[in-house]
């Protein structure tokens, strides 16, 4: 598990910054992906009127905390912790909350008691607790992949459905998981890494004043993205994982996800999940017939067939 490789993204044709940086200033939010290229947001000098300014902030802000929990949601490695431990990646996370909060405490007091945990000199401690809450399975107490939670009467085509749509979001974004991803599609830092790329193209958009419909294309996408998926199970995701948590920084992490994931739903006019969400039973049936349909079994960069 530990290594001091840098962890790069899960999508293979998606560039996220080298550096953290706050809102408003160049090279802060991962590159959307258009025909193949990774480009900055922020590679245009066009200025844009206020309220531009604000969705193109905003923008930019959701992206860098997607992306700061994708990567705290991977397997622990020396570099990626050297990152996400940074005075520069601590200063941008809550620079990027005071654009987001515009004065709430909620999000502001998790993400300072974020901060003030993770310590560099804590990469032990935090790799111990990640490998005790998740273990080397998918399925534990707190599993880290959506398929795991949901209506338990759900019919048996339940769980591959979930994971043929996921793709289906990738694909039409032009996402090509990378070769190197050990996630499964439906894996919270894959999720979390998708979401940063949506808003950040819509910042890009914004930037660039594209079309309204193409600004309301990435809105769209990432408000069904969040009622379909991401916001529906994260909450009871980041509950168990706070109560299961046999470290601050682990436990901290969680209750910041938590509260930022219900001020994206707010954000979109949703009501998120229910943090009382259920794991789906172990259906040796069910289990049967989704690993025979293949779906889970793809390699990497493999896309799903249609059902």
Known sequence: MRSDQPRRSVFGNYAPAERASSPGEEHHAAAPVSGGEARSPLSSTAAGREGSRNSIDVGLARSLLHQFLARAFADPMVETWAWLTSADTHSAVLSAVRTLTLGSPGLEDSAATLIARLRHVSFESFQTAFVTAFGHAARGDCPLNEIEYGDLHADPLFQPHRLADLAAFYRAFGLEVAAAAAERPDHI???????????????????????????????????????EHLGRWAPAFARRLARAATDDALAALAEFMRDFIVAECAHFGLPPGSEDLLLRPVDEASDSLCGSCGLNQLPPGVAAPAI
């Open 189 to 227: 830092g894959m999720e979390l890494e998708f979401m940063a790329v949506l808003a950040a193209k819509e910042a890009y958009a914004h930037v660039h004043e594209a079309d309204a419909d193409r600004c309301a294309l990435c809105r769209d996408a990432q408000k069904k993205f969040l009622r």
